[in-house]
């Protein structure tokens, strides 16, 4: 540098990159490109797998505390409590053992019947147990973390029950994980059966506030009564039928609407999910259709041909048929 001027360029550690706002401007763009690649192609699928494969271990090590902590307040609990529960049980256990003579008297006689009508035996519905790994931290969604993914056998659309009924669905699965989504998020739907009119409908997730479950597109004069317990109607080839999923808790016929606002309460709790069970979907075990044969093909082309000859010949001898044009335009 000459002696005597001004250098007025940074020293080396002064010295800086872009602006923070060139900066905001490029990290932002990337960030809506990677969310719009996402949603559109799926491209950040792998990663996640990878991901939630690999944080696995690391999440299970960091509920060891949770769970101790919760043995241990469940162990100090009081006798009086244990012992009014073990009465409880005992009530319980009476009932369930008159419920199970008449169960078993009545298996008997439902084989006895299906015999003398030749009909098929019921499809058997295979399960995997699970257990609950951790709420998903989104407010706007009802999904659960479980620890059975692929490597379990656990399907993509598999049915999620438990002692009480239908909790969802299984939405994505992972090698060793999998998402439940529950029937009270705002995407979920379920076929459903009302079992005192043996009315089929749709419920859906609640999508208003303080609704957890509705019963959509019912007429406003459909036959729904407060109280009314829905099942899964198992005709939608995923859900096996019979399963209990809500009750009926308020009808508001609208006199402005065609269809009634018909609010549902789950008939499994959400919220205090611990252990469940992931059924096959019941579409895997049903038979395939059978296609028709080609003999009964080429019979109904011959029988079509046939008939389009005999209706051409009717017109054209006077015989009855088809008017001619002649005779239409004269009509």
Do not use: C
Request: zero cysteines.
């Amino acid at each position: 540098m000459p002696l005597g001027s001004i250098d007025r360029t940074p020293p080396p550690f002064f010295r800086q990159g872009p602006s923070a706002l060139t900066k905001l401007a490029l990290f932002s763009a990337l960030a809506v490109f990677l969310m719009a690649a996402d949603s559109r192609w799926r491209v950040t699928l792998p990663l996640r797998a990878a991901l939630a494969t690999g944080l696995l271990p690391v999440q299970q090590a960091l509920q060891v505390p949770v769970d101790l902590l919760s043995n241990g307040q469940s162990y100090f609990q009081g006798v009086k409590e244990a012992q009014s529960a073990e009465m409880a049980a005992r009530i319980q256990l009476a009932r369930q053992s008159e419920r199970a003579a008449r169960m078993e008297q009545l298996v008997a006689e439902n084989a006895r019947l299906r015999a003398l009508l030749e009909l098929q035996p019921a499809l058997q519905v295979r399960s995997v147990s699970a257990e609950l790994l951790y709420e998903a931290g989104d407010p706007y969604s009802r999904k659960l973390f479980i620890n059975r993914g692929a490597g379990a056998g656990v399907l993509a659309g598999s049915p999620v029950v438990n002692e009480a009924g239908v909790l969802g669905q299984v939405t994505e699965v992972y090698p060793l994980s999998a998402v439940v989504t529950l029937l009270t998020d705002r995407e979920a739907a379920i076929p459903v059966l009302n079992t005192r009119t043996q009315q089929r409908g749709a419920a859906f997730g609640g999508a208003e506030a303080g609704a957890a479950m509705e019963l959509r597109f019912m007429a406003g004069n459909a036959d729904v009564q407060v109280d009314d317990v829905l099942t899964t109607s198992g005709v939608d080839g995923v859900y096996p039928p019979g399963l209990a999923v809500a009750r009926v808790t308020k009808v508001d016929r609208r006199s402005d609407a065609g269809f009634a606002r018909i609010l549902l309460a789950p008939a499994a709790s959400m919220d205090n999910v611990r252990h469940l069970l992931v059924l096959q979907p019941m579409g895997l075990q049903m038979p395939a259709r059978p296609e028709a044969p080609a003999t009964d093909k080429a019979t109904d082309k011959a029988t079509d041909k046939a008939a389009a000859k005999a209706g051409g010949r009717a017109s054209a001898t006077g015989l009855p048929g088809r008017p001619a044009k002649g005779e239409e335009l004269s009509r």
